[in-house]
């Protein structure tokens, strides 16, 4: 370290993470025992005054003057409760001390899911609205004392609410006004399988059993909907500019959806089939397992729903 006039200051909170001692943690949030304490190694008055300041759960002394502190990951997280960075998120608001320690240690069985790993994106961004992804269909029920009330704040429903589906493409009425013409329609959806998890919590066996599903099933389509699948993976750069032109390709480097575990393994079991006529489209292992768009030129909405029902 050169001579000179140098002050460090080194502020941790309980999960080892860069932070400010004071502005985490609410007043009455921080962790039974957490405690903060400064190390002075100033040698020269005026020259070095090198210092360290935590604040900490369960961090050692030790631990600072190694220049290490312990980092939790996607997979390991803290054993006190979390940090959330988005203080005005739905998270923020369901997600308590009472309820983490409650359910901090189950894994969901389709994929060993958490609680930790669905909250990701709320723990790392400060501008999170929900802050939750499902890691399986298993989450929903597991940590059912978190997802319930932040799906019922986030939809208006009640706790009673049943999900209800109506496709019927002849109940669709009404047209776009002359003067504003409709140049094409699109309807996309998103689609899981059972027994998969879900993007943020699916497993890498798991993503490329997705895969080969769905190659067996795009190998069986005929007529208008027969086509082609394009895997991610070892992807010609010729396939891949053209894909880019057509507007069909999706990419990597969305944070929130890294930060949320969706792009682990990144291209492997990800793909893009699309029919000859470039109309029927089908995403494998994007942000959904499947995201399934058809496209259409002109204004008949009726029409083309009723099309994108049919097997």
Known sequence: ??????????ACGHN????????????????PGYIGYKISTAQVAGKRDLSAYAGSHMLAVNCLLAGSTPIHSFESGPK??????????????????????????????????????AIQVSVHFPNQHCGIYAGDWDS?????????????????????????????????????GADVP?????????????GFGLSPGITKEQRKGVEALMVKAFSNLTGDLAGTYYPLAGMDERVRQKLVDDHFLFVSGDRNLQVAGMERDWPEGRGIFHNAAKTFLTWVNEEDQLRIISMQMGEMLRLYLKGFQEP
Do not use: C
Not at 146 to 160: L, T
Not at 182 to 194: A, K, T
């Open 16 to 31: 080892g993470a860069p932070r400010s001692f004071d502005d985490e943690y609410d007043g009455g949030e921080r962790p």
């Open 1 to 10: 370290m050169p001579g000179g006039n140098l002050f460090m200051t080194l």
């Open 80 to 117: 006190d409760f979390p940090v959330i960075k988005s203080r005005n998120s739905l998270v923020k608001k369901h997600l308590d001390r009472e309820k983490w320690d409650k359910l901090k240690n189950i894994k969901t069985k389709t994929s060993g899911f958490t609680i930790w790993k």
């Open 140 to 176: 929903y029920k597991d940590f059912a004392e978190v997802f319930d009330p932040i799906i019922q704040e986030y939809h208006g429903i009640k706790p009673s609410a049943k999900h209800t589906s109506d496709m019927d493409a002849s109940k669709i009425f009404g047209n776009v």
């Open 182 to 194: 409709v140049h094409s329609v699109r309807i996309r959806v998103g689609r899981s399988i059972d």
